[in-house]
């Protein structure tokens, strides 16, 4: 009797096991976009208990509950740069009724002028889509090469190929990940690859069990962080040279130089070391090619254009052929000689590219303005808000010509906002490389979390540069967040921009 009595229950176990597997358990939500009927990635749900849900890249949230199936459950919203419709007690959210393989919807209204995408790294991209069943656009939608999270990404186009390269990275078996750079390359949607409206397909460069590795197989514990990768002519060929750091910490750097992408090994061999004091006379922030009575310049910007070289091998290489943009007297340091402003016979200030020299970028251009040493209409680097009286200290960025616009734009991150301390994002335009910046526009904004080092794509760009395409780092750091956003904390976000809406 006790022994049908067990096959009874085990029978009735396994058919329970079959039953919950092959039906949905979960209530869908999906959070869109009212403008655009897009899904709405890193919108948060929460509910009255506080357990807290995060949409995926699709906008969403697979919810299953305990006890709470086929029950009248309220979800609070929230969601940076976005807002709900609210309810007559004030409360932003919607309440649905549960049912398991259900369906819900929640509209929400954008505030920011830029389109929040998708996440392109770490795990979980569109866990939830994946946990309904549901087709995701990408081939790696919930792991892809032991990627936990990334910071700081630059990016080119190499061989037909976009190369991407990060800073320092996560993976799941220990809190310590990855600190050599990691690197991973995609198609150009005309090579077969997505359209960036849509996603990226990283493929990763990986060890033999398929985890990400390191692209500077460099001899020390010190963090790599790199900068600046450019295309140099070389005899016949083209190489890949990138800026270096190594970094003893986040504030100190005890080795800085130049490196060569080696094409059969796939990582970054060291050419030279450069001079811990000489931090101006090398690549840095994002680099774009431009040709000035008819010779070729690498630029660089972080956001502002400040540091310049002659676009060939030898002058890469050379620290002595690098030009600085500057409003000081030759051969004058800022933090020795900020005091030596250049300034012709009649008093009127002359920024000019000078070697041996250090620039002038809105951080030094502040203080010198604050101390009455630079007069307020002498100023190149303070755009005004075209919205409001701001003008927002941009810090971190990328400089590129827009052929839609017909100027130069930066798409860059500010130092201190009001919202939050470094999570603010602006567009502004000039009418040459060198500024002055008059006019910004804030397209992205954060509740008290940060986002830096925001970076434009322009080999992403779409019918003739109206539409752009930016991604920055998501993070908890420098925010005064206590508790960072799960999966999203710590990994790239891409945002689309129309700039016939811009005004």
Not at 460 to 467: E, H, Y
Not at 468 to 479: D, L, P, R, V
Request: charged share 25%; proline share 5%.
């Amino acid at each position: 009797m006790r022994r049908k009595t067990f096959d009874l229950i085990y029978i009735l176990l396994l058919f329970a096991e079959f039953s919950f597997s092959t039906t949905n358990p979960y209530f869908q939500i999906k959070v869109i976009d009212e403008q655009t009927g897009r899904g709405v990635p890193l919108v948060e749900l929460s509910i009255v208990n506080d357990i807290v849900y995060y949409t995926d890249s699709a906008g969403i949230v697979a919810f299953y509950e305990p006890g709470l199936m086929d029950k009248n459950v309220w979800f609070f919203v929230k969601s940076h740069g976005y807002d709900s419709y609210k309810d007559r007690w004030n409360y932003s959210g919607e309440a649905f009724v549960t049912r398991p393989g259900g369906y819900g919807e929640i509209k929400i209204k954008r505030i920011n002028r830029a389109e929040r995408l998708y996440r392109i790294t770490g795990q979980g991209i569109y866990a939830d889509s994946v946990k309904l069943g549901l087709p995701t656009p990408i081939s790696a939608p919930v792991f892809n090469s032991s990627v936990m999270g990334q910071d700081s990404t630059q990016a080119l186009v190499y061989k037909n190929k976009i190369y991407w390269f990060w800073g320092d990275t996560r993976k799941p078996g220990h809190r310590l990940g990855l600190f050599k750079v990691a690197g991973a390359v995609s198609d150009l949607e005309v090579k077969g690859g997505l359209d960036p409206n849509i996603g990226i397909n990283l493929k990763y460069f990986t060890d033999d069990n398929n985890n990400v590795r390191i692209m500077f197989p460099f001899e020390g514990d010190e963090a790599i962080w790199i900068g600046s990768p450019i295309l140099v002519k070389y005899g016949d060929n083209e190489k890949m040279i990138v800026h270096y750091s190594r970094m003893k910490s986040l504030g100190e750097r005890v080795e800085h130089g130049l490196a060569v992408y080696n094409d059969k090994k796939n990582i970054f061999e060291k050419i030279k070391s450069l001079d811990l004091k000489r931090q101006w006379d090398c690549p840095r922030g994002h680099a774009i090619k431009y040709a000035v009575d008819g010779v070729d310049y690498f630029w660089f910007a972080d956001p502002y254009a400040t540091i310049r070289v002659k676009a060939d091998y030898n002058s890469i290489l050379d620290p002595n052929s690098y030009q600085t943009f500057t409003c000081l007297k030759p051969g004058s340091r800022y933090l020795k000689d900020k005091s030596e402003l250049n300034r012709n016979e009649k008093g009127k200030l002359i920024y000019q590219w000078l070697t041996g020299t250090d620039p002038i970028g809105a951080r030094e251009e502040r203080e010198l303005n604050k101390a009455g040493l630079i007069l307020p209409n002498e100023v190149r680097y303070k755009p005004l808000s075209a919205d409001t009286n701001e003008t927002p200290l941009l810090a971190s960025g990328s400089l590129a010509w827009n052929d839609y616009r017909k100027k130069w734009v930066i798409v860059a991150g500010e130092a201190f906002g009001k919202t939050s301390a470094f999570g603010e994002i602006w567009y502004a335009e000039a009418n040459d490389i060198t500024g002055p910046w008059s006019k910004c526009w804030k397209i992205v904004t954060h509740d008290h979390y940060t986002f830096y080092n925001p970076v434009h794509h322009t080999f992403f760009d779409q019918k003739n540069g109206r539409i752009i395409y930016f991604e920055g780092t998501y993070c908890s750091m420098f925010s005064g967040t206590k508790q960072p956003t799960p999966r999203y904390d710590y990994n790239q976000i891409m945002y689309k921009l129309d700039l016939a809406n811009i005004r």
